[in-house]
């Protein structure tokens, strides 16, 4: 499998536009996560989907923030207008999520690296 | 409610141990355990269930103590390999069916010198 893919690798966009980040999760997986990483606040959950479903976004920082699943095999992370305290690493993970223990490991992608400027 | 690592960072030389922590103030599921190397993503390494267990594979290992609402990840003879960030990261017991809310920690930085 080729595991979680991510699309761009980086993005430099100026302040005020339009950055839609993309993810393809690993066929099978059933949750699928959007996290952002900086130096000062570590990794941060921004939203999370179940089977297609979002089932929490209280992590997205803002009305700017939107994602969408629209299939097993797609998801986008859509920032708009954006900023620069937007700057930042953007992982999407996806995961199979058992029915015994609700829970299993996070594949991560390689993320997609957003400097606005 | 994010988890608290310690230390927020150690240096090793090869074949020492280390022991990272992890606490939460709530009431715990799970705890996974990643380590990310510069410039990559977090690699998965254990999940622990709620129920007090320990795992390991290789010369890692992590225990989880539920009444403590903490979890404690143990590498022994450590390689240069196992240099990077470690992070833990949390699922809240009783979040609600399909929760999924997995938190992590800020991480503790693991260097592993000759």
């Known amino acids: 499998d080729a595991g979680v893919i991510q699309s761009p690798r980086h993005e430099v966009t100026e302040m005020g536009q339009e950055v839609t980040l993309r993810c393809k999760p690993i066929s099978g997986h059933n949750s699928l996560f959007w996290y952002r990483q900086t130096m000062m606040r570590g990794l941060e959950l921004l939203i999370y989907f179940n089977n297609n479903v979002p089932i929490d976004d209280s992590g997205m920082p803002e009305d700017r923030f939107s994602a969408k699943m629209p299939n097993a095999s797609f998801s986008t992370l859509k920032i708009q207008p954006s900023e620069p305290r937007d700057s930042a690493v953007y992982f999407c993970?996806?995961?199979?999520?058992?029915?015994?223990?609700?829970?299993?490991?996070?594949?991560f992608g390689e993320g997609s690296r957003l400097t606005v400027l | 409610q994010q988890p608290v690592q310690s230390p927020q960072a150690v240096i090793l030389r090869e074949g020492e141990d280390a022991v990272i922590n992890c606490s939460s103030s709530k009431a715990l599921y799970s705890v996974h355990w990643y380590r990310q190397k510069h410039g990559e993503a977090p690699v998965f390494l254990m999940i622990l269930l709620k129920g007090g267990e320990q795992k390991g594979h290789d010369k890692i290992s992590a225990s989880f103590n539920e009444k403590k609402q903490q979890s404690s990840l143990y590498l022994t003879a450590s390689q240069l390999s196992y240099s990077g960030t470690y992070f833990c990261?949390?699922?809240?017991w009783g979040s609600g069916a399909g929760s999924y809310q997995l938190t992590f920690g800020k991480g503790t930085k693991l260097s592993v010198i000759p």
């Open positions: 993970a996806s995961s199979f999520a058992s029915i015994r223990t609700n829970t299993g490991e996070l594949f």
């Open positions: 990261g949390t699922e809240i």
